[in-house]
């Protein structure tokens, strides 16, 4: 069994932030979008990762054997970006005859690893969502079965968005598929979507479920993306201790927050939803349902609901901003 995770986008409706960062290592929740989905695959027993990286893709395979160095994976080269069918076909080599978990790299859902990775037949994750047009859907018969996996229908027939989640274990017939598409052209404005393979597979007469997640995490845009870290920290805790708090002079916390190794925070209101990155400085600041990068430098602000990059030196009053790293700004 192998996990591909495809992190080779570019993450454009989160500039200027990922300009110089991959999305998957935003910071989230004291963790990073891809770290989430990578510890939620080891939890379960996966072992072997292939990731298809390419934007920054030397970032991304840096932060995978820092963080994990004992872990068994392989790094795919998706130089030409052209959807996520692609990505996958670009994988045929690293995965072998393995059975495969897709899980998109910027795919945050809780739902239960081992129990899709234990199903006796494909399994694609779903989740109600109120406009699909913007989605892969998927029509569901009996027993969840999967009908038709249509990419962003004008006319949808369904509400049920394919979450980006995908657990097959007709691997050759994958292969064979994203093959056909690739072959024929079978391309939409240029880019080939896995859901295209999908139904071609069914239309072959393979069989996918559907399995719903509790929650979907929306990591795209900014303001998503905060609300994610907002509910990530609930659930993770997002509380700091003792020790910590007492090491920031003359602040407040209010939880739910996380607070990483190295940082320098005095006479500031730090919370509720906040993440720092590690050895962030913060000076006479208020800061709330924010996520800050590492290595920044922020004095004298008052923040809500904004992104600040690594390396970033922010200093004045100020409200609501989206910062990429190495940035410096004086609103003084």
């Known amino acids: 069994m192998k996990a591909i995770i495809p992190v080779a986008g570019a993450g454009t409706k989160l500039r200027p932030l990922t ?11 004291g963790k990073t979008i891809l770290s989430v989905i990578v510890d939620q695959l080891l939890e379960a027993g996966v072992t072997d990762f292939v990731f298809v990286i390419g934007y920054l893709g030397e970032k991304i395979q840096r932060y995978i054997e820092k963080t994990y160095p004992h872990l068994n994976c392989t790094f795919v080269n998706q130089t030409d970006r052209r959807g996520t069918g692609h990505a996958i076909w670009l994988t045929r080599d690293a995965v ?12 945050v859902c809780d739902y239960d690893v081992r129990e899709v990775l234990n199903s006796e037949v494909s399994q694609i994750g779903v989740k109600k969502v109120d ?22 229908p004008l ?5 049920m968005a394919m979450v980006g989640i995908y657990y097959i274990k007709e691997n050759k017939e994958l292969f064979a598929a994203l093959d056909h598409h690739l072959l024929n052209r079978a391309a939409s404005e240029g880019e080939y979507h896995l859901t295209n393979a999908l139904q071609y597979m069914i239309e072959t007469g393979i069989t996918f479920q559907a399995f719903r997640v509790n929650n979907w995490f929306d990591c795209g845009k900014k303001e998503s993306l905060l609300s994610t870290n ?9 509380d700091i201790t003792e020790v910590q708090h007492h090491s ?5 916390v209010i939880p739910p927050v996380s607070i990483a190794e190295g940082c320098h925070i005095t006479n500031s209101i730090i919370g509720p939803n906040v993440t720092i990155g590690e050895c962030t400085t913060v000076e006479f600041s208020i800061i709330k349902d924010s996520i800050i990068g590492s290595y920044a ?31 410096e700004i004086d609103l003084g």
């Not at 300009?19 to 929740?29: H, M």
């Not at 072998?96 to 795919?107: A, K, N, R, S």
């Not at 006319?155 to 509400?159: A, C």
């Not at 907002?230 to 997002?238: D, Y």
């Open 19 to 29: 300009y110089t960062q991959p999305k998957a290592l935003i910071p989230l929740a």
């Open 96 to 107: 072998g005859d393995d059975e495969m978990m897709i899980v998109l790299g910027d795919t």
């Open 131 to 152: 406009d699909p047009r913007s989605f892969g859907v998927a029509e569901l018969g009996e027993k969840d079965i999967v009908l038709k996996a249509v990419e962003k």
């Open 155 to 159: 006319i949808p027939k369904s509400n």
């Open 230 to 238: 907002a509910i990530l920290l609930k659930q993770m805790g997002g």
């Open 248 to 252: 920031y002079h003359n602040t407040v």
């Open 297 to 327: 430098e922020l004095e004298e602000v008052v923040l809500k609901a904004s992104i600040i990059g690594n390396d970033a030196y922010v200093r004045g009053l100020s409200q609501s901003l989206n910062i990429g790293d190495n940035t």
